[in-house]
């Protein structure tokens, strides 16, 4: 029988053998609930013969249900520490590399290319708090063709990332995120499911990656420095916020591509689709051009 890795009697215990604590610095609040666990590992994906890549397995508890569930585990863990831990939790299991870097750091294309090219690719993860957003931001930035990315993230994030475009929590990450994906949340889990616990409860964002993008922008820098110039400002009109940041073009020449599109003047960034931000960010980009 496997050992049961949410047991807080068995964290703690596995961690004094090893010598180790629980480091705040990495974000380490490990899942203290089976259901939780296998509830993630459920729903990160729909198809068996995927490979999953989940970042920070802390001591295995939902690398464990994830290899359980899914042809091959990638565990990419920052804490050198825990490294002989996942070998004692996770040795019975012959589908598990387990891979010690930073993930912000690691050759993700490099190191998953054997697994695309045997199938389906998601990632599935308890997400260390402090650094939640670079890590989507990147994942979504690397171009690889993950199938779902699942992630459990502080719950005032999840809302951003799944609000309506025009929603009180919408943000810049929501309509970058929308360009590349579908996000759902799934459940809210509460600070009480974790050791230590965090200050804040927590939720289950499953994103599917969209196979073709909703909208081709000229030109993706521009795009994302609409959205970005957009929410910076977000109290501001758009032209204002537009203005703060594309010093290369007239206040006039800003509302004319935004009336041009079909906005009011006096409209708010966070009114506005992905689509519609593609729109106006190809009118700036042709301004541009032409200067
Ligand atoms: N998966 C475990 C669980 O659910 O109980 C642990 C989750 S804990 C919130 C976050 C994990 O991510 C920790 O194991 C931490 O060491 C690891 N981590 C933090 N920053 C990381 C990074 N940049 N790259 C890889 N792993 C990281």
Redesign the pocket.
């Known amino acids: 029988m496997p050992m049961n890795l949410c047991d807080i009697r068995n964290i703690k215990q596995t961690m004094a053998m090893f010598g180790i604590n629980f480091?705040k610095e990495?974000?380490?609040?490990?899942?203290t609930n089976n259901m939780v666990?296998e509830d993630i590992a459920d729903n990160c994906c729909d198809d068996a013969q995927s490979t999953i890549l989940?970042?920070?397995?802390?001591?295995g508890?939902?690398?464990s249900e994830l290899a359980q569930r899914y042809r091959h585990v990638v565990a990419?863990?920052?804490?050198r520490g825990?490294i002989p831990v996942l070998k004692y939790t996770l040795g019975e299991y012959g589908n598990v590399t387990v891979i010690n870097?930073?993930?912000?750091k690691a050759d993700l294309k490099a190191l998953l290319a054997p697994y695309f090219e045997k199938g389906k690719v998601s990632v599935c993860?308890?997400?260390?708090y402090y650094?939640t957003t670079p890590?989507l931001m990147m994942l979504l930035e690397s171009g690889l063709p993950f199938d779902y990315i699942t992630i459990?993230i502080q719950s005032e994030v999840a809302d951003r990332l799944c609000s309506a475009p025009g929603g009180k929590d919408c943000g810049a990450i929501t309509a970058v995120l929308n360009y590349y994906g579908s996000p759902e949340k799934l459940f809210k889990v509460s600070a009480g499911n974790f050791i230590p616990a965090p200050k804040v409860d927590s939720s289950v964002v499953r994103i599917k990656l969209f196979k073709e993008k909703p909208c081709k922008p000229a030109d993706e820098k521009t795009f994302f420095r609409t959205v970005r110039a957009a929410f910076e400002q977000r109290r501001k009109t758009l032209p204002n916020a537009l203005s703060a940041v594309f010093s290369e073009l007239s206040k006039d020449e800003i509302t004319t591509a935004i009336t041009d599109c079909g906005h009011d003047p006096n409209i708010r960034g966070e009114k506005l689709s992905v689509e519609e931000f593609a729109a106006i960010s190809d009118v700036l980009y042709e301004k541009i051009q032409n200067i």
Do not use: H, K, W, Y
């Open positions: 480091r990495f974000g380490q609040n490990f899942l666990v989940e970042i920070g397995p802390g001591i508890s939902l690398t990419v863990e920052i804490d825990l870097e930073d993930v912000m993860a308890n997400l260390p650094i890590i459990m």
